[in-house]
């Protein structure tokens, strides 16, 4: 198996794990991390294929990463604000429509 | 030998991710996604792609875990009060809603790997004319030159998150972690050691921008040092929050913006459109653009992670 091959299993496995736990958890700090999971398998994915071909590494995938990265860290920041004013305003730490 | 390695890696990340979805503790699970962090930070340099490697030992483990820590300790109570337990949705259906979405990203991951290359694409374009860009390194000349615009968008993003997260935003004195004053009953060492830590750590971010144009490096990697050096101050009380932004932060907020913006404007007159550079002044223009976005990628780090509107720097 090539090295493209075996990241992009272990991207989709970790997509996988990422969708499990935003629907399993519903702790809001929990749903972040799993968020950030699947962010994780996308960047994998795409490196991944930067790399396809032998003695050859494609420079756009990595910058199109480079980019992700802050952004998810710009939109993780501001997920945590908001989950943050939302315990201090109501005492909860999951949504009401995760109610069971 | 290498496949190996890339075996145990994966195997690693795949393990240490199921334990940060799985596992009881809320703690454990933060901890364990930086863990996860500085191993995709392994991968990217298996992958042959240093500058993510770079990036995210620095953004994606550092200062995101930083931010998480701070967060779990404002959440912390509820957690201790009640575990809110797994969500209305039965676990059975979380699981193969998991598998098939794993299973399709496998599928058409795998049907695209076994495509034919195209002979051209945009990553072989870039490679090609690299010396138009004016500058060494095929990541920044993406990144500053062929790109821009994303480059461009991105930073924007940064600053609107910043912004949502101050509307948002919680009292001054609910804000992120950090003693009210430097100095009070901190080890011994503390000082000394900011005294050596904090100079290497510009000079570090200084030699990643300045090496950016011919080698992993840059803005980004930059940036991300500078907002963790700023983190640091913070925890030690170097850094105190403040309710407004001074002039100086406004100004070192959207300075790289601005800069950016106004020499991509500029280039509809001098260069041949918008976002391109003259070329005799492309690598000066990049440089003088990188260090302005240095800037504006750290300092809303640093003060998201702050959880405040501005800084004031307090000797002790």
Redesign the interface.
Known sequence: MTQAGLYTLAASALAGIGVYGLLARRHLLRRILAVNLLGNAVFLLLVAFARRQPGYVDPVPHAMVLTGIVVAVSATAFALALARRYYAETGLDHLPEDEG | M??AF??LL?GG??GL??Q??ASRG?FR??VL?IA?GLL?AL??A????P??AL??AA??AG??GA??L???R??QP??EAA???????P?W???A???L??????AL??A??GLE?PAA????E??ARLGESGVKS??T???LGF?AI??LA?VV??L???L??RV???PLQ?AGPGPSAPGSGEPVLTAPLLRLVVPMGVIVAGYLLWSGGHQPGGA?QAGAVLAALGVLLRLTGRLQPAAATSPAERLALVGGIVLFSAIGLAGAGTASAVLAYPEAWAYPLILAIETGLAVA?AL??TL??S?SAGLRWRER
């Not at chain 2, 575990?83 to 949705?89: N, R, T, V």
């Not at chain 2, 694409?121 to 072989?124: K, L």
């Open positions: 290498g496949l890339d075996l994966a990340l795949l991710a199921l940060v979805v809320l699970s933060v996604f996860l995709m991968a990217w298996r992958l042959a792609a500058d993510l990036a995210e953004i994606g200062l995101t931010l998480l701070s967060a779990y404002a959440l509820a957690e575990d809110p337990g797994p969500a209305a949705l676990r259906g979380a699981l809603a998991a598998v979405s794993g299973a399709l990203v496998a991951g795998w695209a790997l290359a694409s945009a990553g072989r870039a490679l095929p990541l000349g993406v990144l790109r994303d480059t991105e993003v940064l609107v998150a910043f949502g997260a948002v935003a919680e609910r980004f990628i809303p780090l998201l992670f959880g």
